[in-house]
């Protein structure tokens, strides 16, 4: 089993930036890919990015590309999502989770608690 935990969500304004960090535990040898999440209340929850644990290969979200990135720690086991000029539609819960790489949460199995990004106009 793994265990992931998200930290670094917060409240700030737009333009602001905020590093958003995903830690995992466990039997980390079997992760395959980690991804982003988010999901805005009355809304799905939606890709922002993805990594492959091995490989280091990323997937980004069209409608944060240039603004976001991701990027891995192997050897803390931590996966970052550093977001820049951020705009109030990108408040959301922010998510991590182990799966395939994709786009599709589906195919995604263990998930983290989330942490909450709140952008001010």
């Known amino acids: 089993q793994v265990q992931l935990v998200e930290s670094g969500g917060g409240l700030v304004q737009a333009g602001d930036s905020l590093r958003l960090s995903c830690a995992a535990s466990?039997?980390?040898?079997?992760?395959?890919?980690v991804g982003w999440f988010r999901q805005a209340p009355g809304k799905e929850r939606e890709f922002v990015a993805s990594?492959?644990?091995?490989?280091?290969?990323?997937n980004i979200a069209e409608s944060v590309k240039g603004r976001f990135t991701i990027s891995k720690n192997n050897a803390q086991n931590t996966v970052y999502l550093q977001m820049n000029s951020l705009k109030p539609e990108d408040t959301a819960v922010y998510y991590c989770?182990?799966?395939?790489?994709?786009?599709?949460?589906?195919?995604?199995?263990?998930w983290g608690q989330g942490t909450q990004v709140t952008v001010s106009s």
């Open positions: 466990g039997r980390t040898f079997s992760i395959y890919a």
């Open positions: 989770a182990t799966g395939s790489g994709s786009t599709r949460y589906r195919e995604y199995g263990t």
């Open positions: 990594i492959w644990w091995y490989g280091g290969g990323t």
